[in-house]
């Protein structure tokens, strides 16, 4: 018998995927956590029936978020990852040799101990001696820090359970108040193409606006998330994503990546003409 995984984009379209094993499955306190094993995409695991991973796709997604605020300001010393428990950004951000301290604070414990066991690809580096891992819900965890991180990346769920609070004015403010003077905050920033997945963009790109002097919008391809076509949101008190870019000093570090380079990097934050109008005029 053939086993599929299916994932409902919408209410009229679906996502499938082939499955040769299923290898984990699990209810932590505040989600569903499947492990399962493809031919087209390798091992991915979900969350509530929602992909987050896959071996083959990760590194786009991990590439974008971590190395676009990076280029951007690489001076950056002190980062906060919310969410991520798979450690893919985690991995990205020890590269960098100039990062001292990382400090990644996931709601779900077993979400780290599931990667640890089944995706040795994105958790590897989570024993790296400057990353101090905290089993708290993010929402929280920033209420009680001020001045403090160069850098914010919010690698999490969609706007709905546990990932909710991630996306309030509440939490926002509280990032801005955690920042450093030249801080930076990067989120996953949802779809504009599905209706649903546009509005809760849309309502998280006002609010973090509400905050923040420069926020801009950049785009990448990940073939296993809902349309395929996926936004990061770069918000900042004072660096410019594209003016503040120094490219020739990113390409010296001589870091190897299979996704961004740093003429993607500008490209990036081109948006097509219909996202252009959903984060400018709403
Ligand atoms: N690296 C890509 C993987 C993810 S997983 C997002 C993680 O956020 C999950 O492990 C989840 O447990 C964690 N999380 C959810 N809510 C909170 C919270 N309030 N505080 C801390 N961590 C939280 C991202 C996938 C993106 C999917 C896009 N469709």
């Known amino acids: 018998m053939e086993l599929w995984y299916t994932e409902e984009h919408t209410e009229n379209v679906r996502f499938s995927i082939k499955i040769k094993k299923q290898l984990y499955s699990a209810n932590s306190p505040y989600q569903k956590i ?11 695991f979900t969350l509530d029936g ?16 971590v190395h676009v605020p990076m280029a951007a300001k690489p001076d950056t010393k002190k980062v906060l990852v919310i969410g991520g428990g798979d450690g893919g950004t985690v991995r990205e951000l020890t590269r960098y040799s100039s990062i001292e301290e ?7 414990k ?17 024993d790296d001696p400057r990353v101090s891992l905290y089993f708290e819900d993010g929402l929280k965890f920033v209420r009680s820090r001020q001045n403090e991180y160069d850098l914010i990346i919010v690698d999490s769920t969609d706007p709905f359970g546990p990932g909710e609070g991630l996306f309030t004015k509440e939490f926002y403010g509280n990032c801005f108040k955690a920042l450093s003077e030249e801080g930076i905050l990067v989120n996953q920033h949802e779809s504009p193409y599905y209706q649903s997945y546009a509005n809760a963009m849309k309502r998280a790109h006002k609010r973090i606006k509400e905050y923040f002097p420069n926020c801009r919008v950049y785009q990448a391809h990940i073939p296993t998330y809902p349309s395929g076509h996926w936004l990061f949101g770069f918000a900042s008190k004072k660096v410019d994503p594209i003016l503040d870019l120094d490219a020739e000093k990113w ?15 500008k490209g990036s934050f081109a948006l097509p003409n219909y996202v252009k109008e959903m984060i400018e005029y709403e």
């Open 34 to 44: 499947d492990v399962f094993d493809s031919e087209e995409f390798g091992r991915f």
């Open 50 to 65: 929602l992909m987050m991973v896959t071996e083959k796709d990760e590194f786009i997604y991990h590439d974008m978020i």
């Open 102 to 108: 990382i400090h990644m604070v996931e709601i779900d």
């Open 110 to 126: 077993m979400v780290v101990d599931v990667c640890r066991e089944f995706l040795p690809q994105t958790a590897l580096k989570l």
């Open 251 to 265: 390409n010296s570090l001589g870091i190897e990546t299979k996704y961004y380079n740093t003429e993607l990097h």
